[in-house]
């Protein structure tokens, strides 16, 4: 028999019933049933159940026994009495009793439990990381990421992809954050770097004649951490492909991420079209270049209802150059406790607040209230029909504006009887993140938004060029090397109105992907810069190795990232990216269980050629 197993501990079925066995793993818990011990017995399989009682050998071994000891044990299949089988686990059917049994290693007592599902400190969590993932939640999400990766390998290499490593050590890069740095010794005085991303490389490779690459990239960027984002390194899949328009690369990634989403999405639904919607459009619809679908409120821009009205907070905001009222339709929302609630919330996230208007009834109140008469007259009035009934608006907005402007607001909107609407005003850019925020609150708290689907869209068409409000200065507002739309000769005009072969893919408010078609000709990288503020002389400097290689033959080409993290957290419905992460760090980027960031010891520092300054 092997050393340590003859089976693992999720194999027993009723057909080994009889059979002597060897199994090892872990005391999940121990149970005393009057002079009979039952230990769960746990590897990375599965569960089985064992029991020994007085008459083995080895029971006052196993009494010694405390949750998490690694042990051996050898003993006989039994079928559980009928009244006894477990129907949730495959090896329910039977136990086995102990005849023989070895500690492979005893474990000191637990800073945190394995079995059940309690909650502990993220602090305790990630010190003792190898404790936390031996719970069954933290073992089903690694085995879950382990197996997205290996799906999302096949289908890649079933497109004719294949895959290829690219440096870790490198120079810095132009990523937009900050890098990590790495001394050489050889060199003193100059520092490699980590990649923020294997772009520069990926896009080299297509110069260099390979036609379809991808790979499972390490990533590493000097970032503040967020719940969807590791403060330290992440994992994407990479992809670039030679002569594609961006259709094409939308083609290709498509179907890899909707047969992985399909195949570990738990049944949900997994959108069949993905809709594709300019930046501009996603900002003024759902306050968010990443929207969630599954919400299906869009908001609107109502400046001409409130421009000259009697709400004079809009009404004078709106006499400001490059100011608007948006609206955010409320479905189900129309009532005063729900209204000013969400304007609470618009206060907790830093705004003097929200208006609103909802849509009920007409009451014998509100008609008392309007005509200057006794409630009991006015319900006379409604029921003679002598005052019509049906819908009116109600709200503070609704009495400043009056009734006509508030009909046209709600014919705009399409809402009826028990709807709300919200409204935000100002420069959008002031207020646009805020009000997405609430326009997913809303979807929530209202049951709008549609929890058992995965929705995504391509986010198309971003602009290139932002204008300094302060400054007057042009600048880049992203990626500056997408191709932009119309080359050269889009360059020759207003510099804000330049849009880039730039998307990001968006599924139920995350980004997920992200990419481009490449500006591949240099001529039209050096006026793209120029714009900017930035002369050839400083695009030489600082991406020489690019440049330099487009001035032989570089093909057009184009293709993503998709982040592995992010996929993993949405199909394990994780709140948290560190859920999904091995060993992760901490919000402040350290890692507790390893002690990192340390301190290096004089010799490295010497050998390397560096001083510490301390921090006053």
Known sequence: MHAYRSHSCAALTSADVGNTVRLSGWVHRVRDHGGVLFIDLRDHYGMTQVLCDPDSPVFGEVEKLRSEWCIRIDGEVKARDASLVNPKIPTGEIEVFVRDLEVLGASDELPLMVFGEQEYPEETRLTYRYLDLRREKMQANMKLRSDVVSSIRKRMWDQEFREYQTPIITASSPEGARDFLVPSRLHPGKFYALPQAPQQFKQLLMVSGFDKYFQIAPCFRDEDPRADRSPTDFYQLDLEMSFVTQQDVFDTIQPVLAGVFEE??????????????????????????????????????????????????????????????????????????????????????????????????????????????????????????????????????????????????????????GDAAFFLGGKPKAFEAIAGRARNVIGD?????????????????????????????????????????????????????????????????????????????????????????????????????????????????????????????????EQNIREVILFPMNQRAEDLMMNAPSEPTSDQLMELGLRVIPQE
Request: contains cysteine; glycine residues 12%.
């Open 264 to 417: 570990f999405g738990g049944g949900k639904k997994v959108d069949e079209t993905w809709e594709q919607i300019s930046y501009r459009d996603a900002a003024l619809w759902y306050g968010s270049d990443k929207p969630d679908l599954r919400n299906p409120i869009k908001m609107q821009v109502v400046s001409e209802h409130f421009a000259g009205s009697g709400f004079a907070i809009f009404a004078k905001l709106l006499e400001q150059e490059g100011t608007e009222i948006r609206a955010i339709p409320a479905p189900k929302g129309g009532s005063r406790k729900f209204c000013d609630r969400m304007n609470a919330y618009a206060q907790k996230e830093g705004l003097p607040g929200m208006g609103y208007i909802f849509w009920r009834e007409k009451t014998a109140d509100s008609v008392a209230q309007e005509l200057g008469i006794p409630v009991k007259e006015a319900q006379a009035k409604l029921k003679s029909g002598e005052v019509e009934g049906g819908m009116e608006a109600a709200g503070p907005l609704a009495k400043n504006i009056g009734p006509e402007r508030t009909e046209a607001i709600r014919q705009q909107l399409g809402l009826s009887v």
């Open 445 to 573: 708290e209202l049951g709008l938004t549609d929890q058992d689907r995965y929705a995504f869209a391509w986010i198309v068409d971003f602009p290139i060029y932002e204008r300094d409000e302060e400054s007057g200065k042009v600048d880049f507002e992203h990626n500056p090397f997408s191709m932009p739309q119309g080359g050269m000769e889009a360059l020759q005009g207003d510099p804000l109105n330049v849009l880039g072969y730039q998307y990001d893919l968006a599924c139920n408010g995350y980004e997920l992907v992200s990419g481009a078609i490449r500006n591949h000709r240099p001529e039209i990288m050096f006026k793209a810069f120029e714009i900017a503020g930035y002369d050839e002389a400083e695009v030489r400097k600082r991406f020489g190795g690019m440049v330099n290689a487009f001035q032989y033959g570089a093909p057009p080409h184009g293709g993503c990232a998709a982040g592995i993290d992010r996929i993993v957290m949405l199909l394990a419905g």
